[in-house]
């Protein structure tokens, strides 16, 4: 998973962006991770990785750009993006403030958004023997909830499920889940063992 946060300076038409903005750093929602860092507002975006790598070396993993701001009239406004690696805290906060920014220019609150996918929505699991599928399933499913939704819909005895997060480095189920299903022996009609088949998913 990459993450961007991008924030964004304005002035009223005709005026120009001068002045300086600061960037504050939060871990959580509140611990002040360390002194807001001041920049001037047309700080270019090799600069600016310089100043927040020096401020904050713990972010080094990041690329910053910065582009025109299309949306204001005002001369010397700009968007910068910070790209960060898939080994993002996702507890971080990045706040700025534009107080000491000349006349009538802003600098926006910076927006937060993934920018690769993670797993969301729901599969529905198929007997292929049967050609009877389940309902829908969450993303997230718990080893219970899958149980009874095999048993209901599959009519397949469960003995146990044991659920697992894929991501090593951060437990979320948005970044991979696996169920390892061990399931009851089944008999024929005729009363021999038969082996429960590759359930196939789809979604």
């Known amino acids: 998973v990459k993450t961007e ?3 964004s300076t304005c002035a009223s038409d005709g005026s120009s962006v001068d002045g300086f903005f600061s960037i504050t750093y939060f871990k959580g929602s509140s611990y002040l991770y ?3 860092l001041s ?5 270019g975006a090799e600069q600016l990785e310089i100043l927040i790598n020096q401020a904050w070396p713990s972010l080094s993993a990041m690329h910053v750009s910065r582009d025109p701001n299309m949306e ?3 001369e010397n406004s700009w968007i910068w993006t910070l790209l960060f690696d898939d080994d993002w805290p ?3 906060i990045f706040q700025t403030n534009g ?3 000349v006349g009538s220019a802003t600098v926006s609150e910076p927006e937060n958004r993934r920018t690769s996918q993670v797993l969301m929505g ?3 699991l198929t ?3 049967t050609e009877s599928t389940t309902r829908e399933i969450p993303y997230d499913a718990s080893g219970a909830l899958m149980r009874d939704i095999i048993e209901a819909d599959l009519q397949l005895d469960v003995s146990r499920i044991s659920v697992y997060n894929t991501d090593e480095n951060d437990d979320r189920p948005e970044l991979g889940r696996q169920w390892k299903i061990t399931f009851l022996g089944r008999t024929s009609a005729d009363a021999i063992n038969m082996d429960v088949p590759t359930l196939q998913a789809s979604g």
């Not at 920049?39 to 700080?43: C, F, I, M, R």
């Open 5 to 7: 946060w991008t924030f």
């Open 34 to 36: 360390a002194q807001p």
């Open 39 to 43: 920049v001037p507002s047309n700080v």
């Open 72 to 74: 204001c009239s005002s």
């Open 90 to 92: 996702f507890d971080t």
């Open 99 to 101: 107080d000491d920014l």
């Open 122 to 124: 729901t599969f529905a």
């Open 127 to 129: 007997n292929p023997l």
